[in-house]
């Protein structure tokens, strides 16, 4: 009877651990797999220095003026682990035009 015990003390060690392991696999996996944030450019000013202003972005497009060509940046990722200040920090106006995807008139 001691060993019956000892043997599904055992299991349940095993169990507990094979869903903890699991748990922390399927956790770091979704972490792994974060991806970068999308910003958009949504301010009329195009004065240099305006376009490296993080108050001028956001997570979402107020405009949907996005087009192939233009005078101001469109959106830019910012790459996780990064924050919009990190990638726009001493960025001049055309450094900025050159991160972003499309532009707006």
């Not at 944030?37 to 000013?45: D, I, K, L, R, V």
């Not at 490296?52 to 682990?81: F, K, L």
């Amino acid at each position: 009877m001691k060993k019956i015990k000892i043997n599904v003390m055992a299991l349940v060690a095993l169990a507990v651990a094979g869903v903890t392991g699991a748990t922390l696999t399927s956790a770091g996996v979704a972490k792994s797999n974060t991806q970068s944030q999308t910003y958009y450019y949504n301010s009329t000013e195009t004065n240099e220095g305006e376009f490296a202003q993080p108050s001028n972005w956001s997570t979402s497009d107020s405009s949907n003026e996005c087009q192939s060509d233009g005078d101001r940046p469109c959106h830019i990722e910012v790459p996780t682990g990064q924050t919009i200040n990190q990638v726009l920090a001493n960025k001049s106006n055309d450094e900025v035009l050159e991160m972003s995807t499309d532009r707006k008139p």
